[in-house]
């Protein structure tokens, strides 16, 4: 018997991968179930209406909605499943990703679309995020982001080295 | 036997009716058949999918997308139909309708939407647009579109007289 | 005994209370148990930090912070605590909540905040949000949501009726 | 006796012109016949003009347009004609087409102006658009826009196949 | 026999009267010859032509255009002319004159509008422009300037005493 | 013998005296010495010349500038001092502050403003900085900071009580 | 005996020459005698004032200001003289050019800024827009202008060229 | 003994240095005591916190904080002390920087943060900065600052010398 699968990442282009990529290697290595699929809300509509419609009764606990442009695909999705559905603006276009970040985060009263920064920081905080969400049933997942804040901390405290010894403060 | 309808007016919500108001008068006036209906793509995407997906072959030959803040109407119609859909941003939200236009205007490759003016201008000029589209075939329509033409010139001479007398270039 | 709390609404500032009031409201009708507490980021920082920090301890599952200008609340608070916290930004500046759209949501990569809609809209989605979280959790609040997303159907039918008769679709 | 002009694309600029050719190469191979000019309304108005008044005696149904900066080429032909016009704005500029954004969509209530998204996904989607106006008149065009549709769908389910297997959802 | 016209006003809309009043007074009262028009691009593209190619001939020296919205009126009129043209852009669509002032400025190379402020301040900035150009062939007007500078430094001098006693710096 | 003036207010207009009026009460209260003058950097350029070059010759120690639009007020003061400058934006134009914003803190390297919020929030922060300033060599106001700081901390404390009880967390 | 200089080019650091460049050569191609000079509002304020006081008395009769950042560079020269004075914003900061276009365009009633566009196609239309100025008195000047705009239309006649022949329209 | 450090330099990430090490060369040409410490307010709030608490009871006397996307860390510091915090925005986001200007610079009434432009320009202000409110308490580094206005004229007077001689005018 396989594990259910709990987080849904769904790419509005594959061309976004590589963005996104370092969001799935996190959620491996934090040992949550994912998958990743291609399915453009404008391009591949019905793809979009399915996976929305059949996520929770596939087990999925928090779809995470990646797009560009006129960015619909968080909010297609949003509109299809009462989960929780995290959307990332990515920044492709001409206008940086100010468009898929006002398509996303502008949703009307009634339908949330959790939305993260553009980009890969974007990326990475929407598959933190869903720890955070899956966390609240799971002590393991929970201990896990007490130690991603104690790794944070101490990465910060290891960038002071990065600074000249001639201008860093002594400790 | 009644008249085809040739124009459907979607809005995302009947808020928007008063800014659209205008433009549904002057189809009206124009001989137009059409009809309006309210259907969100966020709070009853299943209403927009049918909608988009059935409007052909009911006769519909233009769609009007109206809508507001994160605005996926027009985009989410675009994705289920071939016809035509001109895109209406509203200005309802904080940011007066640059995330509406942005979030209707930047479509993806593959799937266009026409883009008009934020408000009730870009609502008019919706109509007139589906006018131009629909004249290709009518003739009639072809004669209203060139008096329109001429009533806008007149309009604007006129206008004239609205200048105090004695700043007014005299004719 | 009394049943715990399992939403935190902090707020910046007590002035943005009229637009928070109706996410209140509709976590009050869904049964959900809530608090609302005022604690500036910067007028107020120990209080916040104290907020996060206890959050989890006191049996809070999710944290919605409002807050408008450099609006730094929802980051402060993400960065004292692994709990799910959502963003509102308010729209009470001369630059009608862009800054604190952007101030909340282009979190760096390490400490997510759940963004949402500026003012009202994004307080009531925010709300939604919540409860879409707990609703893992809990049956019945799924249940819940479920009837929310078909009376948000039923209101855009109704809608209809609003536009006049000359002008709508018959069904 | 040769096959008529269904588009005219008109460039503001020749420079534009790699951005446009995915569009043209699109519109011949669906059968579409069009012509390309060059006619800047600031540089050459007199040029614009005459395009935008003899559009429609020449047999042209529509006019796509394409301009950067303050792009003033759409308006300038619709100004001259009923036919429809569609806007690309190109992102030239050092303001990344924000600016030919706002000077082709934001044309006043009575000559409308159909925008497309800025840069060569505007121009793909300008040739596409007129297609489907094109449509309306020829069954066979229709059904090409039908196929262009499921390619899009089929192109999406392949892509899919760029997601590292580890990461893939199972089909 | 009539004083010769230097300056020619032209108006998109005459619902910009109302802001550009103080730019025709202050002319009025430097005794410089003007003349008013309303002549949109848009919607009567002959009239600006026409005055664009016989504003010299006429012996117009300095054209003032002032439009909202996609503001080519400035740009239309520079095209047909080899006067110097002023361009004031109007605040009244939804993006308050971001739409019109990027319309307005941003020229491509070779043909140019001298851009002022959005508004009414632009409108009066635009008459004392035109009068600064005709000052050049005019000591008279020279004079005028220079005494302008002299009563806006009076202006400033005086408005300290709007400033309650108890807080400003004592003479 | 008089107390020595510590801050010099310059106002870019008498308009904007009632956004700067509680700055003005707040620095009174606060027992630090100021002065408030207009002096346009654009109508007025001797007088503001003349302002930054003989302040600190007249002991000022901090000079806020306070203008709107293009505010050249605070640079062009920074250019003729070496005293701290503090730039506050104010939101008059149409661009509702983005403009005075913009102008006033993207000063190239070597002429520092130190900016502060548009409008009045900026004002009063321009106040408390001046003061964080000047109390460096002033126990009694680094007392008085400190106090403030108190007081700020009970005014979110019992900004609490205007939740309605039903809402609020019991302390 | 020299000629006299009639236009004074005022850049705010040397490193903006490249974009002004073309300007210069245009300004020499047509005989207009003209001097550049390096003069930072900021950094060298009495540089620049002397400048402005003097230019007219020099015999200056338009001024070209080049600035980036929050370019006050044209606003203090405005300030200082009756003369024309025209804007150029450039686009160097990390904003393009946007913060400079508001710094030189926003400019208050009284006290007006030519503005052109963000960077070299800017600087080249202040050096046509000051030839226009100059060729009110200068009938040679006004041949020249009338040339140029033929040549900017045969330019744009021969850039079909630069479409490929299977594409372009035949004439 | 050594001499106390005047100046703190927090940064949000040391991938900041490059564009901060210019200042922190100018600091030490100048005399002025500084560390350089990294400390994220959202990754390491601890740090910050502790430091803006103690650093006045340490010596520090100004505070720099260089943050990108939503700097928060400005406003978290300026919470914590009475200090003086300088808020320098980093452009390293997809929105270049103009989500860490508006939020550092949006604070609310009560909080001030002295924001500097974006980028290396701003962090080298923000060294002067420093130094102009040092040098109130330091006449050797008030003549510093003297010196460097003058510098910063002759390396304008100097620039000139890069304008092509047949351009420059000739002194």
Do not use: C
């Not at 606990?61 to 968080?74: C, D, E, R, Y």
Request: no cysteine; proline share 6%.
């Amino acid at each position: 018997m396989t594990a259910p699968t709990d987080v849904g990442i769904v790419l509005g282009s594959a061309s976004d991968w590589p963005q996104v990529e370092p969001a799935a290697v996190l959620l491996k290595e934090w040992g949550i179930a994912f998958e990743v699929v291609v399915a453009s809300a404008h391009r591949a509509p019905k793809r979009v209406q399915a996976y929305g419609r059949e996520a929770a009764a596939r087990g999925i606990k928090v779809i995470i909605a990646v797009a560009g442009m006129a960015a619909h695909l968080a909010g297609v999705l949003a509109a299809e499943t009462t989960l929780p559905v995290i959307g990332v603006p990515m920044p492709g276009s001409h206008l940086k990703g100010l468009d898929s970040l006002l398509s996303t985060v502008q949703m009307p009263a009634g339908v949330p679309v959790a939305t993260m920064a553009i980009g890969t920081a974007g990326a990475k905080n929407a598959a933190i995020f869903a720890a955070q969400i899956l966390a609240l049933g799971d002590p393991r997942l929970q201990e896990r982001l007490q130690r991603h804040k104690q790794e944070l901390e101490e990465q910060v405290a290891q960038q002071g080295n990065q600074i000249p010894g001639e201008f860093r403060r002594g400790d």
